[in-house]
């Protein structure tokens, strides 16, 4: 398999405080990656430096071949819409939308008719077991059910690579699985590469395989035979 | 798994031949470990001679499978008595990951390197449990969620213990 996204020795400081000092990690398409690490360690920042969200202060990001870190806001704004998938832990749907207006807001943003957009965000309803409730707003949707419409948001444009940050952090263990179990089956069915930021070893389970961030770099442990 | 106590479980759900009994075991709690038929049949032995279970009846033929065993009233309250009692929580005191990182320590060995390479293995073990729950019953995925959290303990245990590794490493090298 070949790699499709790439961090190559980062650092990025917040003020003067050093969040990645040297990271580096690279991840093969299709492949499902757990970034841990204690609080503090990073692994966010990396996250957020591989989908564009920032701008290293040095080093490089690449995506498909592309040079991430050196695209102006607008190409990495594009990106972000038009091939990359989120996930985070809190308040992700907009409250004014119906459920299926939020899973349907990446393909409206890229342009795609609302005629052809909401029937295919529709589509991920019964696909994750949300069968009903494509009219109800984000406040009458339990914490699970916000969290799977959050997720066919993220998966529902198709994209390459899905970043999941801490994606079952507000939910209880056996929901927090269902939504794993949901989000592993869909990305692979679809072939979509998933990033996922967790601390919760039984979440990194989920994955292919697992690096750890510490104090801001990246340790990859060899891979293990199975 | 304490077989005699499954087995005397089994048969206060309903009086069985060995033979029933050997296949619900190997059902529920076998899990890749069969009982044998000699073990079955040695352990209904026993607990017969010490008045957990009657044979009720022997239907024609030969062989021991031909028994029907019932549990008597001392056999369902040890049953009882099983059941209702604690599990010893087991604290296992690391013993074989202290041992190392205290060792690793004392003779200035890469402990936390030590420490990764356990957590890598530990993942590793629960990517395949968590591989059993996705594709097996509710049976197995009981099961599976029982090794997961065990190994999870493990993991918050090493994560601390790597926190505190400067800390040790003053204590055990003073």
Sequence with gaps: MSVVIEARNVEFSFGQTPALRGASVAVEAGEILAVMGPSGSGKSTLLHCLAGILVP?????????????AMAETERSSLRRDRFGFVFQFG??????TAVEN????????GVHRKRALPKASAWFSRLGLDGLEQRRSGELSGGQAQRVALARGLVAEPQVLFADEPTGALDSLTGEQVMDLLVGAAREQGTTVILVTHEPRIAAYADREVMVRDGRVNA?????? | MSVPLTL??????????????KRDYDAFFGRGKPLPFGQVYST???LARDGKVVISDVAPGSGPDRK???????????VEQWLTQPVDPEPHLQTVLFAKVVLALMLDRPAAEYLDTQRSAHLHRMRELTEIKRAGSLVDALLADHGLYHLEADLRWIEMTGARLDALRKEVRP
Excluded: C, K, M, N
Aim: charged share 25%.
């Design chain 1, 57 to 69: 202060d040095s080093g490089e990001i690449l995506f498909d071949g592309a040079r991430v870190h």
């Design chain 1, 92 to 97: 992700q749907l907009v409250p004014e939308l």
């Design chain 1, 103 to 110: 899973v349907a807001l990446p393909l409206l943003l890229s």
């Design chain 1, 221 to 226: 442990p060899d891979r293990i035979a199975s």
């Design chain 2, 8 to 21: 005397l479980g089994l048969l206060e759900r309903e009086p069985s031949h060995g033979y029933d009994l």
């Design chain 2, 44 to 46: 209904l032995s026993r």
């Design chain 2, 68 to 78: 029907r065993y019932v549990i008597t009233d001392v056999g369902a309250t040890e």
